[in-house]
């Protein structure tokens, strides 16, 4: 055996040293690569879908286990849920005394460990409860903002200034957060002392102003960073990145096509914050939630909710049209298009699960409209930058669906426990403060978050002593 194959590889050897002769096995090498290529780049793309969707997977792997280690031998709960892989989590629910609950102090019990793994407690709000609330302080005592001055008889007053009434409409964060800043404890009059600069024109009025217009918005930022630019030495100091604006309006998203240092530098606070749109970067951006505004609370959030889901809204996006074609004539998922035959208050009031589809554009008010409700948010939007994403743990009070599992969403939905619901809607309950808007901002509300985010992305040296 030995010999023969020695035989065989002097052979092979003495006829690679002959120019002369063509090796077979370099031929078919080379004739089946591209199908080799081919074949590999398929098996990619299916790996990619399966990974993104529950469609390929067996049912039993679809299943999630969620169970507790007896705790001074309390029996462990088991929570069986149907998630999507993306949010596929692992809770630790505790009973004691026959009542269902969560710990608010983790360290008091042991975790359990079994053969997936250490279980993972994916049931509080924030990603860390103890770093959010230092830094907080912390935020709320050192952080800085300069505005550029602007004063009542400048021409474009109505864009640069607050808006002096109560603002309202679905672009109202833009409004509330510029009237909340330049009447809060964070304003410096001392660029030297600045850690961030705001730039303080407004995308939604410079739309509806007749001077400007939809056409021309790009024109009117790209001559006022040239303006600032030249007047004042601070955008020059870093190309604009310790400078920020904020637009809730999608319009926003091509504002800056004239000014692509605003675009590639500064921080842009936006209601469109979907990683489709080249406008928006990723952790350099933040998102910006779209909240219509409302001063009093709606009556009875804890009423019985017989309705599995709902949506109602404009047929913009084929999202929207796929989950027109699979469920509007569901029973148990509510899918409006059009005029509501009842108020789309008592809808959200009556609903477990209320849907945020993205439209024409990713940002809409009804996630807002969901929390408002006491409505446990269904997100089907891919590639969704939410808002306060790096402070709020959306996994513990929402459910997010692929795009592409939209045919399966009531089995999603219908698989997710009583106990798994009861505490996602308890948490809807307590993040529905940091989703409101006030005239004069409270402590962890939106407006405060909103600046949470910012003090995040402020730069962590500043150029110098003294402003140049």
């Given at each position: 055996?030995?010999?023969?194959?020695?035989?065989?590889?002097?052979?092979?050897?003495?006829?690679?040293?002959?120019?002369?002769?063509?090796?077979?096995?370099?031929?078919?090498?080379?004739?089946?690569?591209?199908?080799?290529?081919?074949?590999?780049?398929?098996?990619?793309?299916?790996?990619?879908?399966?990974?993104t969707?529950?469609?390929f997977?067996?049912?039993?792997?679809?299943?999630?286990?969620?169970?507790?280690?007896?705790?001074?031998?309390?029996?462990?709960?088991?929570?069986?849920?149907?998630f999507?892989?993306?949010?596929?989590r692992?809770?630790?629910?505790?009973?004691?005394?026959g009542?269902?609950?969560e710990t608010?102090?983790p360290?008091?019990?042991?975790?359990?460990?079994?053969?997936?793994?250490?279980?993972?407690?994916?049931?509080?709000?924030?990603?860390?409860?103890?770093?959010?609330?230092?830094?907080?302080?912390?935020?709320?005592?050192?952080f800085?903002?300069?505005?550029?001055?602007?004063?009542?008889?400048?021409?474009?007053a109505?864009?640069l200034?607050?808006?002096?009434?109560?603002?309202g409409?679905?672009?109202a964060?833009?409004?509330?957060?510029?009237?909340?800043?330049?009447n809060?404890?964070?304003?410096?009059?001392?660029?030297?002392?600045?850690?961030?600069?705001?730039?303080?024109?407004?995308?939604a009025r410079?739309?509806?102003?007749?001077?400007?217009?939809i056409?021309?918005?790009?024109?009117?930022?790209r001559?006022?960073?040239?303006?600032?630019?030249?007047?004042?030495?601070?955008?020059?100091?870093?190309?604009?990145?310790?400078?920020?604006?904020?637009?809730?309006?999608?319009?926003?998203?091509?504002?800056?096509?004239?000014?692509?240092?605003?675009?590639?530098?500064?921080?842009?606070?936006?209601?469109?914050?979907?990683?489709?749109?080249?406008?928006?970067?990723?952790?350099?951006?933040?998102?910006?939630?779209?909240?219509?505004?409302r001063?009093?609370?709606?009556?009875?959030?804890?009423?019985?909710r017989?309705?599995?889901?709902f949506?109602?809204?404009?047929?913009?996006?084929?999202?929207?049209?796929?989950?027109?074609?699979?469920?509007?004539?569901?029973?148990?998922?509510?899918?409006?298009?059009?005029?509501?035959?009842?108020?789309?208050?008592?809808?959200?009031?009556?609903?477990?699960?209320?849907?945020?589809v993205?439209?024409?554009e990713v940002n809409?008010?009804r996630?807002?409209?969901?929390?408002?409700?006491?409505?446990?948010?269904?997100?089907?939007?891919?590639?969704?930058?939410?808002?306060?994403?790096?402070?709020?743990?959306?996994?513990?009070?929402?459910?997010?669906?692929a795009t592409?599992d939209?045919?399966?969403?009531?089995?999603?939905?219908?698989?997710?426990s009583?106990?798994?619901?009861l505490?996602?809607?308890?948490?809807?309950?307590?993040?529905?403060?940091?989703f409101?808007?006030?005239?004069?901002?409270?402590?962890?509300?939106?407006?405060?978050?909103?600046?949470?985010?910012?003090?995040?992305?402020?730069?962590?040296?500043r150029?110098?002593?003294?402003?140049l």
């Amino acid at each position: 055996m030995a010999a023969s194959s020695f035989y065989l590889l002097h052979n092979l050897l003495t006829r690679r040293r002959d120019p002369n002769y063509p090796s077979a096995a370099l031929k078919s090498i080379f004739f089946f690569m591209p199908t080799t290529l081919a074949l590999a780049t398929s098996l990619l793309i299916v790996l990619y879908i399966s990974s993104t969707s529950t469609l390929f997977l067996p049912h039993h792997l679809q299943l999630t286990t969620s169970a507790s280690a007896s705790v001074n031998n309390e029996q462990p709960t088991k929570v069986f849920s149907f998630f999507p892989p993306e949010v596929v989590r692992f809770r630790k629910i505790w009973k004691r005394d026959g009542v269902l609950g969560e710990t608010e102090d983790p360290s008091n019990f042991k975790l359990h460990t079994g053969s997936r793994g250490m279980y993972i407690n994916d049931t509080e709000l924030f990603h860390d409860r103890d770093v959010f609330f230092e830094n907080y302080e912390e935020m709320n005592r050192s952080f800085k903002i300069y505005v550029y001055s602007h004063k009542q008889d400048d021409p474009f007053a109505n864009v640069l200034l607050p808006v002096v009434f109560e603002p309202g409409g679905n672009y109202a964060s833009e409004s509330y957060f510029k009237k909340n800043l330049v009447n809060s404890h964070f304003i410096t009059k001392d660029p030297s002392t600045a850690d961030l600069f705001f730039l303080p024109f407004s995308i939604a009025r410079l739309r509806h102003d007749p001077r400007v217009g939809i056409n021309g918005i790009q024109d009117f930022i790209r001559d006022y960073i040239f303006n600032i630019s030249h007047e004042y030495p601070y955008w020059n100091r870093s190309g604009g990145a310790d400078h920020f604006y904020v637009a809730c309006h999608s319009i926003g998203r091509s504002a800056m096509d004239k000014v692509v240092e605003v675009k590639l530098n500064a921080i842009q606070i936006v209601c469109s914050s979907s990683y489709y749109l080249s406008s928006y970067v990723a952790h350099k951006d933040a998102s910006l939630p779209q909240i219509w505004p409302r001063q009093v609370d709606p009556p009875n959030l804890a009423q019985e909710r017989s309705k599995l889901a709902f949506f109602a809204g404009t047929i913009n996006s084929p999202v929207r049209e796929k989950l027109l074609q699979v469920w509007q004539n569901d029973s148990e998922i509510s899918v409006h298009f059009g005029h509501l035959t009842t108020s789309y208050s008592k809808e959200l009031l009556g609903s477990k699960f209320c849907l945020h589809v993205k439209g024409f554009e990713v940002n809409t008010a009804r996630i807002g409209d969901a929390l408002y409700y006491g409505c446990v948010p269904v997100i089907i939007a891919n590639h969704y930058d939410l808002p306060f994403q790096d402070i709020l743990n959306w996994n513990s009070f929402s459910i997010v669906v692929a795009t592409l599992d939209i045919p399966l969403l009531k089995r999603i939905l219908q698989g997710i426990s009583v106990e798994e619901y009861l505490i996602l809607q308890n948490n809807v309950f307590k993040v529905r403060k940091h989703f409101h808007w006030h005239l004069f901002p409270v402590d962890y509300d939106a407006f405060y978050l909103v600046m949470y985010e910012l003090w995040l992305r402020r730069s962590s040296s500043r150029v110098g002593s003294q402003v140049l």
